[in-house]
């Protein structure tokens, strides 16, 4: 059996219980430029690397605000990003209308994924084709969600999607369970840092990355969802790395005492 005899229609059951038009979708995903998302108990992070289609071009943009409390960061066909981002913003501002009070998150995610099921349900849609990193604060803290293709979503720690995003995910493996108490300052290294780790040895700048953070602050205040600017960016990327080069140095000044310190060879 040929996988072609099962894909030509969103609704049509392979017989491996498989439906192939989703899992396109979710490759999709896959090929789109890598997004990175991370949170505390008060404050959560998405960065985005700025990928140009080429050299003439500009990036397009892959973070977006959906309200003062809520944002996304997307990796797939951006034009879907743009019209789901277009719903989740008009949501939030009907639950803020009726309710006078910001939407959850936790509702905010499953009326996406509710949006997307319908499209893997009827044959003259198709799926969506991108991936959504939802992060935002509410009562109950600050929480970030992945909305998939196929109309499932999950509350993470820490996730990463995209391209070459396996990379960004083993680098927040390993330090994902101090998450909860740290700084937004330590939050939005450790989000660069992941979006270096799917860069593949070019050079992280301000100019091909994309940071936003919300959250709540010492007083109780909320920190409204902001793109970080530039300059910002830049001045932690070079923290960082004089941070890095800083034991490097330290280290090569030990060993050239240690040779000096030794007794000359005997010829």
């Known amino acids: 059996m040929f996988r072609n005899q099962y894909d030509t229609d969103v609704t049509t059951w392979s017989p491996q219980g498989r439906l192939f038009q989703v899992e396109y979708a979710m490759e999709a995903v896959k090929q789109g430029s890598a997004c990175v998302g991370l949170r505390s108990r008060t404050h959560a992070v998405l960065a985005a690397a700025n990928k140009p289609a080429s050299e003439l071009s500009s990036y397009q943009r892959k973070v977006f605000r959906v309200a003062e409390h809520a944002g996304v960061a997307l990796a797939g066909l ?4 743009r019209v789901l981002s277009r719903f989740l913003r008009n949501e939030c501002i009907n639950h803020s209308f009726v309710y006078e009070a910001p939407l959850p998150i936790s509702r905010l995610a499953l009326r996406l994924a509710d949006k997307a099921q319908v499209c893997t349900q009827r044959s003259w849609k198709r799926p969506y084709g991108v991936g959504l990193l939802v992060a935002g604060l509410d ?7 992945y909305n998939c293709p196929s109309g ?3 509350e993470y720690q820490a996730f990463a999607i995209g391209s070459r995003s396996q990379a960004a995910k083993t680098f927040l493996e390993r330090r994902f369970e101090g998450y909860n108490d740290y700084t937004p300052e330590q939050l ?21 990355c994309t940071v936003a953070i919300v959250g709540r602050k010492d007083d109780g205040t909320i920190e409204p969802f902001e793109m970080i600017d530039a300059k910002r960016i830049q001045e932690i990327i070079d923290s960082m790395e004089a ?3 800083a034991p490097a140095e330290s280290s090569s000044m030990q060993e050239e005492e240690r040779g000096s310190d030794a007794a000359p060879m005997d010829i």
């Not at 951006?78 to 990003?81: C, K, P």
């Not at 009562?139 to 969600?145: I, W």
């Not at 939005?188 to 091909?208: P, W």
Request: glycine content about 8%; charged content about 25%.
């Open 152 to 154: 499932n979503y999950f």
């Open 78 to 81: 951006t034009a879907d990003g």
């Open 243 to 245: 941070a890095e080069e």
């Open 139 to 145: 009562e109950s803290g600050a929480h970030l969600y």
């Open 188 to 208: 939005i290294k450790d989000a660069l840092s992941a979006i270096k780790e799917t860069l593949q040895g070019e050079k992280l700048t301000s100019a091909n």
